[in-house]
């Protein structure tokens, strides 16, 4: 099976935000993306509004063609936007506003019931659930117990392991925490994300057969600075193939 990759289009609106300009638009992206093959557009509409804007959101939900992923934290506002925004998934995350970017993982363990709840919530809409977690088995069997529909395993600790040139140890979590998925949930999809690139996805996708999904936002955004949205999106399909013949 084809591992997808959806695009996150933040690292647009980054842009725009540091000059208050109207350009360039998360939403022009997120078409030129689906154009050049991605299979998704994520967003991550945070507290303090630091990219994605609201008004981005609700665009997306009217021309994302593929399927629209919103990133968000498990809070009462949020959860209000995406019953009313209506992505085709949503994928709760933790958050913090001094963080530069997400840190870590959510702890569903610490947070179950009130997980489970916000899951429910959202079911009952009809939108599935992805929880955003590290890849530890713990945290693998909370996000079980909630009955969401799916995790994001956390890559940013493999991607820095990677940028370090020693990539093993936390490819091998990552492995373990998905064949745990796998063997203790077999309906549960598993995605990954978090500083993935085109070199070191392509390990992730041979070492962790598991994975059906991939979030991809800020080394595909840089990219495409320097070479184009539609060739961006074109070199990270090709790693991710190269990852799949590998397996
Ligand atoms: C949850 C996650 O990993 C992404 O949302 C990522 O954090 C990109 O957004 P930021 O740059 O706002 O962190
Ligand atoms: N959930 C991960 C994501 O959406 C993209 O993260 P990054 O590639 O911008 O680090």
Redesign the pocket.
């Known amino acids: 099976m084809r591992v997808r990759l959806h695009v ?1 289009v ?2 647009v609106a980054t842009i725009r935000q540091a000059r208050g300009t109207e350009y360039p638009d998360p939403v022009e992206a997120a078409m030129l993306c689906e154009w050049a093959g991605a299979h998704g557009i994520t967003v ?1 509409l ?1 507290e303090d509004r ?2 994605i804007q609201l008004r981005d959101v609700e665009v997306l939900r009217r021309t994302v063609k593929t399927m629209l992923n919103l ?1 968000m934290a498990a809070t009462e506002e949020m959860v209000r936007v995406a019953l009313q925004v209506r992505p085709d998934l949503v ?1 709760l ?1 933790p958050e913090r506003r001094e963080e530069r ?2 840190e870590g993982g959510l702890d569903v363990r610490g947070q179950l019931a009130a997980l489970r709840g916000v899951r429910e919530r959202l079911d009952a809409s009809g939108i599935p659930t992805s929880l ?1 977690v590290d890849p530890d088995a713990d945290q693998v069997q909370a996000s079980i117990e909630t009955g969401a529909a799916m995790i994001e395993l ?1 890559t940013g600790d493999y991607a820095e392991e990677a940028r370090r040139g020693h990539s093993t140890s936390e490819l091998e979590r990552l492995a373990r925490a998905a064949s745990y998925a796998r063997i203790h949930a077999p309906s549960m999809k598993v995605a990954a ?2 500083g993935l690139t085109a070199r070191n996805v392509v390990s992730l996708v041979a070492l962790v057969p598991e994975l059906v999904e991939l ?1 991809i ?2 080394a595909l955004i840089s990219d495409a600075v320097l070479v184009g949205l539609d060739r961006a999106v074109q070199r990270f399909l090709r790693a991710i193939e190269e990852g799949e013949q590998l397996r």
Do not use: A, L, Q
Request: proline residues 0%.
């Open positions: 996150n933040d690292h991550h945070r630091r990219h990133e994928t995350v970017t997400t955003f956390h994300g978090h979030n936002g800020h």
